[in-house]
Structure formats: C-alpha cells, structure tokens
C-alpha cells in the first residue's frame, strides 16, 4: 500500500473524481495484493481471475495499483487523461494491459461479470473467479438488479460483488446494500473498507457473494 500513495500522486489533469478514485483504494490494494490470481507476465492466462472494475469513472487508483504491480511502468501514469494516453477517464481494456473490460458506464460492469462467469461456466473453468467492484449509487442502475436476480437463481458460486459503499445513492436500500442482495439469494459481508484484514477475510467466501465495503 505504502509503493501505491506516492504513485497516485503523478496521476494530474481535469476530470479526476478524486472522492470515487480514494474510495476503492484499499478494496483494490487488498485485490492486487492479497486476492486475485492474476499475472502481469500472463496477462491473457485463461486460468487468471476476472476482476471488473464497473465503477470505472474514476480509476486513477485502479491505475496506481496495476502500476505498482507491474501491469505498465510506472512512468505511464503521469500522461493520465492525456490525448494519446493509454489511461484514458475510463479504463480500456483494449488499450491497457491486465484490464479485462472498458468500464465506466454506470449499470454495466455487472451483468458483464453475470455474463463472464457463465462463459467460464460454459467452457468447464471452475477455477477463474470473477470479482466486479461497484459503486453504492451505480446500484440505483436497473440492469444491476436484472443481474443479481439471475446469478442468483442460478447460483453463480464463482462471481463475488464488492460494493463500496460511500453513501452517496440517490434511493438507497431498506436494511441496507447487503440485504437487497440477500433477497436474490446471495450471501454477504459488511466490512470497513479502509480495513485490510476485514476485506481479505470477507472475499473469501464463494458466491454469489456480496461485500459491502463502507468507506
């Protein structure tokens, strides 16, 4: 986490939407670091996990954390929303290595993991997981909930939601983020997101699996 601050701190120019940025920082160190099994040497290894970033309109943390771990060099970052950036204010994953969507679409990412996990399904992967990050307000996007009722009435047990939940939906849930998801048959974690520990343990579970991480 230490090698991730100083980097985010290169990443200058308009559009930055620091508060969406800051608030997935620790979700996705804990991701990088402790969770996915991805390889930036292999980064189209069928056996990698899947993490989709759907709250996508604000990545610079998400670039900072695929820099220090050696997706691209760091140097790339201070180009950050530039004409002939690669790091564009929505990730590309035809541009940028270890990015397996282009996302920023609030509603998207979503049914595109629902989506991802039965194609891995289909193609006798058990292994892959698919991990989506969301925000708490792209939640009040109808195609989220479209996406939850199917997996879980299917029981997509490879497919884990992070929400982060920063307060900042327009509706809200009654009993909260994690019950709407328990509705559809899911199970889930309300954890702090700024607490490495409490994330790793709450990921741990198979799915469909929600953590509600609030920052």
Known sequence: ?????????TLTGDEKHEPSAFSTLDVLWVLYDRVLRVDPARPGDPERDRFLLSKGHGPQAYYAV?????????????????FD????????????????IASGSLGHGLPIAVGMALALYAKGRERPRVICLVGDGELDEGSNWEAIQLAGRLGLRRLTVVAIDNHSSTYGWPGGIAARFELERWTSAVV??????QIEAALAATGPHVVVAQV
Request: proline share 6%.
């Open 1 to 9: 986490m230490d090698a991730v601050r100083p980097l985010l701190a």
């Open 66 to 82: 695929l820099a220090a771990k050696g997706f691209f060099p760091v140097e790339t970052l201070a180009g950050f929303g530039g």
């Open 85 to 100: 950036s690669r790091l564009g204010h929505h990730p590309d994953g035809n541009l940028l290595r270890g990015v397996e």
């Open 192 to 197: 702090d997101g700024r607490d490495h520990d």
